[in-house]
Nanobody, 115 residues
């Protein structure tokens, strides 16, 4: 199995930035992709960005140009840099790993953007 632990959330002002981290462990060689998602209270979880082991990335239109996903293989970590933040970016941000044995999720980290 795969375990994922997110960190880096917090309270920031509009226009600010944060760097979120997702540390993976377990059978990381089985991971086909890692994605970041966010979910505001009472709303559906939304796709934000994904990255594959060979470095291919994909972004939601709403964050393209503001958010950047990357990986650090030495630390088994996938990061999401979130920039030019808006109050509507406020949500719980979670990472997910897709493997040949199933889908795994972290616990999430709260991002709150004040106006």
């Amino acid at each position: 199995q795969v375990q994922l632990v997110e960190s880096g959330g917090g309270l920031v002002q509009a226009g600010g930035s944060l760097r979120l981290s997702c540390v993976t462990s377990g059978n990381i060689f089985s991971i086909k992709a890692v994605g970041w998602y966010h979910q505001a209270p009472g709303k559906q979880r939304e796709f934000v960005a994904t990255i594959t082991p060979d470095g291919r990335t994909n972004y939601a239109d709403s964050v393209k140009g503001r958010f950047t996903i990357s990986r650090d293989d030495a630390k088994n970590t996938v990061s999401l840099e979130i920039n030019s933040l808006k109050p509507e970016d406020t949500a719980v941000y979670s990472c997910s790993a897709v493997t040949d044995r199933g889908y795994y999720w972290g616990q999430g980290t709260q991002v709150t953007v004040s106006s």
